[in-house]
């Protein structure tokens, strides 16, 4: 495996033949030495990585990710991550060896485990409040995230407005909401676990942030919303949430719902109902 990735990592590195290198490759917050590099697109799960790298001050590149026209089904791409899926990472192990990650939270995972030693962003292994971050993080993981994503696609990109599929996710929106507003309730730091941002605020936040995009209103949920701008107003999280594009999803709330409906109807059209294409079948 090792070698496979060496001589994937060696030809990405010679040739220029892609024509996402020159365009997108780019050096962000170059203060020290890291072999660190992202591939991701703008949405909730994409900005994940980014937001955790800016957190921790860690130098990386970044390769945006185009749906439209189906970068992450390219051989180049299934070579780091075979499910044909973003956000995904490479980076070279302490004996220079190459290894590529992928699914958001294991990235997340890796990262700090390798480049928090200090746990300003985590806890110490075996302590009650790393088990509670793994949990919130998995929480995320099979529930926050997959409903919520459901919930955009039948309220913003299904060719046609289903009521049940749209009503049913909305509604588990919802109470996944209500859970994380009862846990803030309780918090005194104002973040899902102890005193400090974690991995399991960051894994959340992208999704909350485009609650209007799935049709599911923050006014039920004060200490969510409190939560929301307490994450936005860090610096990390501001340079972070913009990477590899511009987050537009706040500013969203603005548009009117023809102007809301063409956007869904543009990336309905150009990839949405191609994201679920086998691997095997792309060219």
Not at 119 to 142: A, C, I, T
Request: glycine share 6%; charged share 25%; proline share 6%.
């Amino acid at each position: 495996m090792h070698r496979r990735l060496h001589f994937f990592t060696s030809r990405l590195a010679k040739r220029s033949s892609y024509p996402f290198q020159a365009r997108s490759i780019v050096n962000m917050a170059a203060r020290t030495k890291s072999d660190v590099h992202l591939y991701t697109a703008q949405t909730p799960n994409g900005i994940k990585v980014s937001l955790l790298l800016e957190e921790l001050g860690l130098p990386y590149k970044v390769t945006a990710i185009s749906f439209s026209k189906n970068e992450q089904k390219e051989p180049w791409f299934l070579e780091i991550n075979p499910n044909g899926r973003i956000p995904a990472l490479t980076d070279k192990l302490a004996d220079g060896s190459p290894i590529s990650l992928f699914e958001s939270g294991s990235i997340l995972q890796y990262l700090v485990d390798r480049y928090d030693p200090e746990h300003k962003l985590s806890y110490p292994h075996g302590s009650r409040e790393y088990y509670d971050v793994n949990s919130w993080l998995f929480w995320q993981m099979g529930g926050l995230g997959p409903m919520q994503g459901q919930a955009n696609h039948f309220f913003r990109y299904a060719p046609e407005k289903i009521p049940y599929g749209v009503n049913r996710y909305q509604n588990e929106t919802r109470r996944l909401y209500s859970v994380m507003e009862i846990q803030l309730s309780k918090s005194q730091s104002g973040f899902l676990v102890g005193d400090r941002l974690t991995i399991a605020d960051i894994s959340c936040w992208g999704w909350v942030a485009a609650h209007d995009w799935a049709g599911v209103s923050l006014d039920e949920f004060p200490h969510l919303a409190a939560w929301v701008e307490k994450l936005l107003a860090r610096p990390g999280i501001e340079k972070g949430r913009h990477v590899p594009s511009e987050h537009t999803v706040l500013s969203r709330k603005k548009l009117a719902d023809e102007e809301a409906d063409k956007l869904a109807k543009e990336a309905r059209e150009s990839w949405i109902m191609r994201s679920n294409e086998p691997v095997t079948t792309q060219k």
